[in-house]
Structure formats: structure tokens, C-alpha cells
């Protein structure tokens, strides 16, 4: 199983940024999908995630800026952030579930793969 994350970049805070990731390996669709992100000097922490019956997650701190979608038919999930702050400056990474057909996908220890990862900038 392999998953590639792509789209990151340098943007302005306020400014938006999509995010997106494809895989391969597996059949995604009966698998939540998600994104992590880690800022410098800090842990990997959970940003959002939409199960395989397309029920959404989101973490607090991005609740009404970011919208986390997916295309089975490209194994496809996305990541639209709108009002980008500097806090949000981390590597970005997505991740799958490790047993199909969970009804949660936010931690860790519930990933069974990870990509490499999207580097978002947001200038202070």
C-alpha cells in the first residue's frame, strides 16, 4: 500500500491550499482516509478524516476552515484549507485505516498506513 500526498506549498495566511493524496494497494473505498500534520518540534496530530461511509472528522482547531473529501474511484482524499494561519504552518501527511470499515479514524494508533507527506507554509 503506498499513498502520495501532494499540493503543498507556501501561502499567505487567509489564503487557501488543497491538498491532495492518491493510493494504491489496496481498495480505499472501504477504508477511512485521513490527514495528520506535524509542526516543527511538535508530535503528529490528527487534522480530519471521512470514513468509508463518507462520515467526517475534524479536529477543533480547523472546524470550519479545512473540508476533507474523496473520490473512490481515483482512491483519492483532499484536503481544502481556507484561512490559513501561521499555526498552521506543519508537514501534512495522509493516512489510512488499518481495518476496513471503522466508523473513526483520529488517532495514531489507527493507522495502518501513512504517506510522506506535504510541507504547508503559512508566513507569520
Known amino acids: 500500500v503506498q499513498l502520495q500526498a501532494s499540493g503543498g506549498g507556501l501561502v499567505q495566511a487567509g489564503g487557501s491550499l488543497r491538498l491532495s493524496c492518491t493510493g494504491s494497494?489496496?481498495?480505499?473505498?472501504?477504508?477511512?482516509m485521513g490527514w495528520f500534520r506535524q509542526a516543527p518540534g511538535k508530535e503528529r496530530e490528527f487534522v480530519a478524516s471521512i470514513t468509508w461511509s463518507v462520515a467526517t472528522r475534524y479536529a477543533e482547531f480547523v472546524k470550519g476552515r479545512f473540508t476533507i473529501s474523496r473520490d473512490n474511484a481515483k482512491n483519492g482524499v483532499y484536503l481544502q484549507m481556507s484561512s490559513l494561519k501561521p499555526e498552521d504552518t506543519a508537514v501534512y501527511y495522509c493516512a489510512t485505516d488499518y481495518s476496513p470499515k471503522r466508523s473513526s479514524l483520529s488517532r495514531r494508533s489507527e493507522v495502518a498506513y501513512w504517506g510522506l507527506g506535504t510541507l504547508v507554509t503559512v508566513p507569520a
Open positions: 494497494g489496496r481498495t480505499f473505498s472501504n477504508y477511512a
